[in-house]
C-alpha cells in the first residue's frame, strides 16, 4: 500500500518535467528474540543475569523485544528529453548533515545509455552477486551476507558511483568509489538460472575487515583486519537456479591482500528459498576461512548457517521466525541466536 503524490495534485514541480511522482513506504518489524554468547541485543543492567564473558562485569539475558521501522521514499520524473530521473532515501538519514561528500540515501539519471546512480548505493560486485538467502525476522546477525570490498557500508566507506547496463537479462555494472577503489562485474538471468561474476580492486592503503567478532557477541575476541600497502582485490561469482518455486544459490570469493600476513581469504556458502502459497521457507549455509604466512599467527575458520519460515498474513502484514549459529575459531563458543514475530511492509 505505497502512498503515492503525484505532481498534478499533491507535488509541485517546474513545469518542464513530462511527469513526476513521490512514493512514500516503509517496513518494520516487532517480535521477541533469543540469544546467548552474549549478542549487544541483549545487554542487561540485571546484576543477577550471566556475565560474558565469565567475570567481565557485561551482565546480558537470553531473551529480548526487537523492533525495527524504516519510513523511506523514492522520487522520480520525466525530462522533456525522455530521461528518467530521481531519488531514493530513509527519512532517517534526512535529519543529520552531510556536507558536499554527503552520501546519504541517492540520487540516479537513467536513459537508451544505461543508468548512473550515485550515494549510498551496493557497488557493481554486490548488485550482480547480491546475497544468500537470509532468514528470521531481524536477520539473526546477517550472517547469510557476503563480503564485498566497495559499496554502502563497505570499506572504504564513502558515496559510490555506479554505472548499469542491462539487456535480455544481461546487466552490465562498474562502481566507483572516489579514488579508493572501483569494482566491476557482469549477470546474466533467465526464469530458469542465473550466473554472476565480479572482480573488486580497492587502493593502496587501504583497511580491509575480513572478520568482524562484534556479529559474534562479546566473546573478548578481536576483529581481522588487514592494512594493505599494495592495495586489496576480490574475485567473486555466484550461481542459481529455480524449479517448482525453489531457489537453489551458490558463492565463492577470494580475497587477495597484498603485502599483508594475510595468505588467504576465501568465502563460500549456498542457500534455498521455496515459496509455497502463503507460506515460505529459507536457509543457508556460509564459511569463512583466513590463512596466515606467519608462523605461531592462528588461522580462522568462520561457519554460519540458519533456517527461517514465514507466512504472509495479507497486505503487507506476516509472521516470520528463524534460528541461526555461527561459530568461529576466535569464538569463546559458538552463538545460537532465534526471533519470531511479525513484520509490515507498507
Same mark, same amino acid.
Given at each position: 500500500?505505497?502512498?503515492?503524490? +503525484? ?10 518535467? %513530462? ?16 540469544? @546467548? ?9 540485571? &546484576? ?7 567475570? *567481565? ?6 531473551? /529480548?523485544? #526487537? ?7 523514492? $522520487? ?11 531519488? $531514493? ?6 535529519? %543529520? ?8 540515501? /541517492? ?8 543508468? +548512473? &546512480? ?14 544468500? %538467502?537470509? #532468514? ?31 539487456? /535480455? ?6 562502481? +566507483? ?8 562485474? $557482469?549477470?546474466?538471468? &533467465? ?11 580497492? %587502493? ?35 550461481? /542459481? ?18 603485502? &599483508? ?25 556460509? $564459511? ?39 561459530? *568461529? ?15 509490515? @511492509?507498507?
Amino acid at each position: 500500500m505505497k502512498k503515492i503524490l +503525484l505532481a498534478s495534485t499533491a507535488l509541485i514541480v517546474s513545469a518542464g518535467f %513530462a511527469s513526476a511522482e513521490v512514493v512514500i513506504g516503509g517496513d518494520g518489524y516487532m517480535g521477541v528474540a533469543y540469544g @546467548d554468547n552474549g549478542n549487544p541485543i541483549f545487554a542487561t543492567t540485571d &546484576t543477577s543475569a550471566d556475565q560474558v564473558p565469565a567475570g *567481565s562485569g557485561n551482565n546480558f539475558s537470553n531473551y /529480548s523485544f #526487537v523492533y525495527d521501522l524504516d519510513v523511506d521514499f523514492k $522520487a522520480s520524473g520525466t525530462s522533456d528529453s525522455g530521461l528518467t530521473f530521481g531519488a $531514493a532515501g530513509d527519512f532517517d538519514d534526512l535529519g %543529520a548533515s552531510q556536507g558536499a561528500r554527503g552520501w546519504d540515501n /541517492s540520487i540516479f539519471i537513467s536513459g537508451d545509455f544505461g543508468t +548512473l &546512480t550515485m550515494g549510498d548505493i551496493d557497488g557493481a560486485a554486490e548488485n550482480v552477486i547480491g546475497d544468500l %538467502a537470509g #532468514v528470521g525476522l531481524s536477520g539473526l546477525g546477517d550472517f547469510n551476507e557476503n563480503i564485498f570490498l566497495i559499496g554502502a557500508g563497505a570499506q572504504p566507506a564513502g558515496p559510490v558511483a555506479r554505472y548499469d547496463y542491462a539487456i /535480455s537479462g544481461l546487466t552490465l555494472s562498474l562502481g +566507483l568509489s572516489d579514488d579508493s577503489g572501483y569494482n566491476i562485474g $557482469a549477470s546474466y538471468a &533467465t526464469d530458469l538460472f542465473s550466473v554472476g561474476l565480479a572482480y573488486e580492486d580497492v %587502493a593502496d592503503g587501504a583497511t580491509v575487515t575480513l572478520f568482524d567478532i562484534d556479529a559474534l557477541g562479546s566473546t573478548g575476541s578481536t576483529a581481522i583486519t588487514a592494512t594493505a600497502p599494495n592495495g586489496a582485490s576480490q574475485i567473486i561469482g555466484a550461481a /542459481s537456479v529455480t524449479f517448482a518455486n525453489v531457489t537453489l544459490k551458490g558463492v565463492y570469493g577470494q580475497i587477495d591482500v597484498d603485502g &599483508t600476513t594475510v595468505d588467504t581469504f576465501d568465502q563460500y556458502g549456498v542457500s534455498a528459498a521455496a515459496a509455497f502459497g502463503a507460506a515460505s521457507v529459507s536457509a543457508f549455509y556460509r $564459511a569463512v576461512t583466513t590463512d596466515f604466512k606467519v608462523a605461531g599467527t592462528p588461522d580462522n575458520d568462520f561457519e554460519a548457517y540458519g533456517l527461517g519460515v514465514a507466512y504472509d498474513l495479507g497486505g503487507g502484514l506476516a509472521l516470520e521466525a528463524g534460528v541461526a549459529q555461527a561459530d *568461529s575459531d576466535r569464538a569463546a563458543n559458538a552463538l545460537t541466536v532465534a526471533d519470531f514475530g511479525v513484520s509490515i @511492509d507498507f
